[in-house]
């Protein structure tokens, strides 16, 4: 009798794209209280600040005669890290009801990706997870138009919708009071 090798899940990579103004606000605080706490074992992750990737405007070029250009610079380094993922985060706390301006952003920039040669894009997100972790200082229901943005983009791209990690907190430091949050966080990304 000879030993079969188990078939093993290959190992989760996360991308934790931080999308706040401040470096070590309440989002990234609760993102990083989740992560410790109930990523797989074995999961890699990566954390990337948006704001030290600046990207530029983006220009829709789907109905121009000119070709998507290649991604360059930190445009290739935030698509080559998404590629990587096998699970993107969103840390990103509610402005206006909605993401901040440099998620938004890298997210105009997917339309680009879609059309850029040799990149696959949307084949190659199908089946990956989009998750969400968001502090705000309202009710819950303030956040629902930055969810359905989430959860509308994950449907779009044939990804899987993680979820959403809400906390509640204004100055830095008061969602470590938000006890459902830090609960929840213990198991968020177990599901």
Avoid: C
Avoid at 9 to 19: Q, T
Avoid at 144 to 155: C, V, W, Y
């Amino acid at each position: 009798m000879t030993d079969q090798p188990h078939a093993t899940e290959p190992a989760r990579s996360f991308l934790f794209l931080e999308a706040s103004s401040r470096g070590e606000g309440n989002t990234v605080q609760l993102a990083r209280l989740a992560a410790g706490a109930s990523l797989p074992a074995g999961a890699e992750q990566r954390w990337l600040r948006l704001e030290d990737h600046p990207l530029p405007p983006y220009r829709d070029l789907r109905h121009a005669d000119a070709e998507q250009p290649e991604p360059a610079g930190h445009l290739r380094t935030l698509l080559d890290a998404t590629l990587a993922a096998t699970d993107l985060v969103f840390v990103a706390p509610l402005y206006w009801y909605t993401l901040p301006t440099s998620a938004k952003l890298y997210l105009d920039h997917w339309t680009g990706w879609l059309k850029a040669p040799g990149v696959d894009f949307r084949a190659r997100m199908n089946g990956r997870t989009l998750w969400g972790v968001t502090v705000l200082a309202d009710g819950p229901e303030k956040a629902e138009p930055m969810i359905g943005t989430l959860r509308l983009t994950a449907d779009y791209m044939g990804m899987r919708w993680g979820g959403v990690l809400l906390g509640n907190g204004s100055r830095p430091g008061d969602v470590l009071r938000d006890e459902r949050a830090l609960i929840e966080a213990k198991s968020f990304f177990a599901g």
